[in-house]
Each structure stands twice: as C-alpha cells, then as structure tokens.
C-alpha cells in the first residue's frame, strides 16, 4: 500500500518533522480541525445562537458565560500554551529591561508648544439687559 506523506493545511505541502513522526502529523490535523475555518463558523453560530437564547431570556446568563469563554479558551489555546512554555525556558542572556526595549522621542520644549489663546473681551454693553427688573 502506497501512503501518501502528511500535507501542512497552511501551505499545502507536506512537512519534514510529520513525515518522520506520525503522533505530529495527527496532531497537526486536530489542530487544523479545532482551529480551521469550519470551526471558526461553527463558533460564530454558536455565539449568534447564544444571543438570541440570552435575548429571549431562554438561557441563564451564566450558562452564556461559560460557552463563551469556552470559545475563548478554544480559539486561544495556542496562545496560552506559547505563554505558558516561554515562562519555564530559561535564557542565557539577560532579557533587556522594557525602558531598554521602548525607544521614545523626548516631548517637544513647552516653548514649540501653541500659544496660549488671547484673554477673554468683556461682553459689550447692552441696554436692554434686566430692563425688566424693577429698581430697588
């Protein structure tokens, strides 16, 4: 029987590393069909579907909560994993400092700031003001 290498649902080629490991290869095709497109639809109905349960008051808003963040951790599993690994690698060289790492202009001198507006004229005099009010 002749068997076909894995192909990589990103660029539609096999990979080296599923080749020679089988447990890569399925692993690989859960991954492609949890996080896929056709996962991804089926989330999006169930999320339609959970606001109009909630809108109709047909499901408990805690039961809402729980199927999204259920989605959440789904679509976000590779995320969370990626952090959890890089908190138990340990690096030779020491990681820069985040002043380091934020390169910032220095704020313009307050004199390039815009002038400040001219002062206030006082309000022109006006003969009908209060002439409704009788004199004490």
């Not at 490991?21 to 109905?45: D, I, K, M, Y």
């Not at 908190?87 to 985040?98: H, T, V």
């Not at 206030?120 to 003969?127: E, L, V």
């Amino acid at each position: 029987m002749n068997r076909l290498p894995p192909v990589d649902a990103a660029s539609g080629y096999a990979s080296a590393s599923a080749i020679q490991n089988p447990l890569v290869a399925a692993s690989a095709w859960v991954e492609g069909a949890l996080l896929g497109p056709l996962a991804t639809a089926v989330a999006v109905l169930a999320v339609a579907g959970l606001g109009f349960l909630l809108l109709t008051g047909r499901l408990s808003v805690k039961r809402g909560v729980t199927i999204l963040c259920g989605c959440f951790i789904l679509f976000g599993s590779s995320t969370i994993a990626q952090g959890i690994l890089a908190g138990f690698q340990i690096e030779s060289a020491p990681k820069p400092s985040i002043a380091e790492r934020i390169v910032a202009e220095p704020p313009p001198p307050l004199e390039a700031l815009a002038p400040p507006p001219p002062p206030m004229q006082p309000p022109r005099y006006d003969p009908y003001a209060g002439a409704a009010v009788p004199p004490r």
